[in-house]
């Protein structure tokens, strides 16, 4: 695609129910990232996949959060049993393996747990 | 570890110019980079800098000394449409880890 399209835009849950949040990156891009950002914060990392492997998953903050790839394609990122400190900007980049410094975002998706 | 400290807020006046640093404490450093994000917007890559010295982007320069792990973004002719945050970004092994970011002023 054009860019890096992430979806919901908008979701609101409520504490406990799980999320899933889909990232489709640049077609061709094999390097795939999500971030977290809270209001007013900086971007917090969370997992990174190179295809669909996932060498450094270090910034996941607990067990309910994990990620998946198929390929060098789609990834989501699930939340099991929400909790209200998980609402943030869920943000998805990815990069080409020339210009694997150079990220290109997606739009994010807003989380908002109650 | 990965670290890096940014100024939380920097204020200027239009058509001015102002520099944000960035120290960074890294292993495994690639090099460092600068993106702006407009609020609600998603960031957006303005540079990278590998090697030490100036890169120049237009009103936009960067600058990075590895041996001192510093580096600082520099916006001429600033405008209006320039507020926003500013992150840096240090690229090594397999992420890049952002720093907290500096919320850039400008002023009439």
């Known amino acids: 695609g054009a860019g890096v399209s992430q979806s919901p835009s908008n979701k609101v849950t409520e504490k406990g129910k799980d999320v899933e949040l889909r990232c489709d990156p640049i077609?061709?891009?094999?390097?795939l990232y999500w971030y977290r950002q809270r209001l007013g914060q900086g971007l917090e990392f969370l997992i990174y996949?190179?295809?669909?492997?996932?060498?450094?998953k270090s910034g996941l903050p607990s067990d309910r959060f994990s990620a998946e790839r198929t390929g060098e394609s789609v990834s989501t990122l699930t939340i099991q049993r929400t909790q209200q400190e998980d609402s943030a900007v869920y943000l998805c980049?990815?990069?080409?393996?020339?210009?694997?410094?150079?990220?290109?975002f997606g739009s994010g998706t807003q989380l908002s747990v109650l | 570890g990965q670290s890096l400290e940014q100024p939380s807020e920097v204020t200027a006046v239009e058509g001015a110019i102002v520099q944000i640093n960035c120290t960074y404490q890294t292993s495994g450093f690639y090099g460092l980079s600068w993106y702006q994000q407009h609020d609600g917007g998603a960031p957006t890559f303005l540079s990278y800098n590998a090697l030490d010295g100036l890169e120049e982007t237009g009103r936009f320069s960067s600058f990075l000394s590895r041996s001192d792990s510093y580096g600082y973004l520099l916006l001429q002719e600033l405008q209006m449409k320039d507020s926003a945050s500013y992150f840096c970004a240090v690229t090594g092994g397999f992420k890049t880890i952002f720093g907290a970011g500096t919320r850039l002023f400008v002023k009439a």
């Open positions: 077609s061709g891009h094999t390097a």
């Open positions: 980049a990815s990069s080409s393996n020339r210009d694997g410094e150079k990220l290109f």
């Open positions: 996949f190179q295809g669909n492997s996932a060498p450094d």
